[in-house]
């Protein structure tokens, strides 16, 4: 049973804490006026050298399976700091940044076993568990260059992951074209996972997003994901859930930055080992823009 709670489980501290839980979506907007007068938004990033945005995710999941009369439940909650720093703005637009994790409070417990707690600032050695993440902060996880519209045009890792929980990218691809509130894009990406058989199967997912409202300089965008891929395996579906989310992002139109974002997670799957199994993962993610500067905890 502990085999199937790591599996299903597996790293969501790392991701949440690591890699992009998220997209950063750090967007601006010029308004336009097309031929029926109704506005529309032109969303682009605008970043400049030396801009340092600092960011607090928690990150809260539950997993419970059950498997021939037995239960077991997994839970995490993960609450850290990180930046994007600016390193330059380059004559074709495009942007480089760097991501770096400042410091991180985090649980995990599996089953009956005893709840691990660390916090990075309390000055004590991390877990064996959370080793990983502990030699990570205060280290740039990546430098990751995007065009104005947000596309990864590269990414160089310094020992950081790829690893995410939903939205895929670390940054949000923002529509080609000008958009009306009530309009929609989305943004494809690709999951792998792993069949019963140990066999990696590519999962095609599309990401809606829809321009919600726009009022007082901040704009709220709605985003849904949906498997493209048929999945005819509950135990892939199993895996494929955790990349799947709903929730709204709010974007600071006047200066170009992603001011709040939440998604979440409520899912069922029966029969991912065997008839008679169950899983529920419920989850929520929240990220919100500080307005002091960020600080580094020293690594212990």
Same mark, same amino acid.
């Given at each position: 049973?502990?085999?199937?709670? $790591?599996?299903?489980?597996?790293?969501?501290?790392?991701?949440?804490?690591?890699?992009?839980?998220?997209?950063?979506?750090?967007?601006?907007?010029?308004?336009?006026? $097309?031929?029926?007068?109704?506005? /529309?938004?032109?969303?682009?990033?605008?970043?400049?050298?030396?801009?340092?945005?600092?960011?607090?995710?928690?990150?809260?999941?539950?997993?419970?399976?059950?498997?021939?009369?037995?239960?077991?439940?997994?839970?995490?909650?993960?609450?850290?700091?990180?930046?994007?720093?600016?390193?330059?703005?380059?004559?074709?637009?495009?942007?480089?940044?760097?991501?770096?994790?400042?410091?991180?409070?985090?649980?995990?417990?599996?089953?009956?076993?005893?709840?691990?707690?660390?916090?990075?600032?309390?000055?004590?050695?991390?877990?064996?568990?959370? +080793?990983?993440?502990?030699?990570?902060?205060?280290?740039?996880?990546? /430098?990751?260059?995007?065009?104005?519209?947000?596309?990864?045009? &590269?990414?160089?890792?310094?020992?950081?992951?790829?690893? &995410?929980?939903?939205?895929?990218?670390?940054?949000?691809?923002?529509?080609?074209?000008?958009?009306?509130?009530?309009?929609?894009?989305?943004?494809?990406?690709?999951?792998?996972?792993?069949?019963?058989?140990?066999?990696?199967?590519?999962?095609?997912?599309?990401?809606?997003?829809?321009?919600?409202?726009?009022?007082?300089?901040?704009?709220?965008?709605?985003?849904?994901? +949906?498997?493209?891929?048929?999945?005819?395996?509950?135990?892939?579906?199993?895996?494929?859930?955790?990349?799947?989310?709903?929730?709204?992002?709010?974007?600071?139109?006047?200066?170009?930055?992603?001011? +709040?974002? +939440?998604?979440?997670?409520?899912?069922?799957?029966?029969?991912?080992?065997?008839? /008679? &199994?169950?899983?529920?993962?419920? $989850?929520?993610?929240?990220?919100?823009?500080?307005?002091?500067?960020?600080?580094?905890?020293?690594?212990?």
């Amino acid at each position: 049973m502990k085999t199937i709670i $790591a599996a299903l489980g597996r790293n969501l501290w790392v991701a949440a804490v690591a890699a992009g839980l998220g997209t950063v979506a750090l967007g601006t907007a010029e308004t336009a006026v $097309a031929d029926d007068d109704a506005a /529309t938004y032109l969303l682009r990033y605008d970043l400049n050298e030396g801009d340092v945005l600092p960011y607090e995710v928690t990150h809260v999941a539950k997993t419970k399976t059950s498997v021939r009369g037995k239960s077991q439940t997994s839970q995490v909650h993960t609450t850290s700091r990180r930046h994007w720093k600016v390193v330059r703005r380059n004559e074709d637009g495009t942007m480089v940044f760097d991501h770096v994790i400042d410091s991180v409070s985090m649980t995990q417990q599996n089953g009956d076993a005893e709840e691990l707690r660390w916090d990075s600032e309390s000055g004590e050695e991390a877990p064996p568990a959370f +080793q990983l993440v502990a030699s990570r902060i205060g280290q740039t996880l990546a /430098t990751v260059t995007v065009n104005e519209r947000g596309e990864e045009i &590269s990414r160089e890792n310094h020992g950081g992951t790829e690893a &995410s929980l939903g939205m895929g990218s670390l940054t949000l691809t923002m529509p080609e074209q000008p958009i009306a509130v009530g309009e929609s894009w989305s943004v494809p990406r690709e999951f792998k996972a792993r069949t019963k058989d140990g066999l990696v199967k590519t999962i095609k997912i599309r990401e809606k997003y829809t321009l919600d409202k726009v009022q007082t300089g901040v704009a709220t965008l709605k985003v849904t994901s +949906q498997p493209l891929t048929p999945i005819r395996e509950e135990s892939v579906r199993a895996q494929v859930v955790q990349q799947l989310s709903n929730g709204s992002l709010r974007f600071d139109v006047d200066n170009g930055r992603m001011i +709040q974002k +939440q998604l979440d997670w409520d899912e069922n799957v029966v029969g991912f080992q065997g008839p /008679t &199994s169950a899983m529920e993962y419920r $989850a929520r993610m929240t990220e919100n823009l500080l307005d002091s500067p960020t600080h580094t905890a020293a690594r212990p």
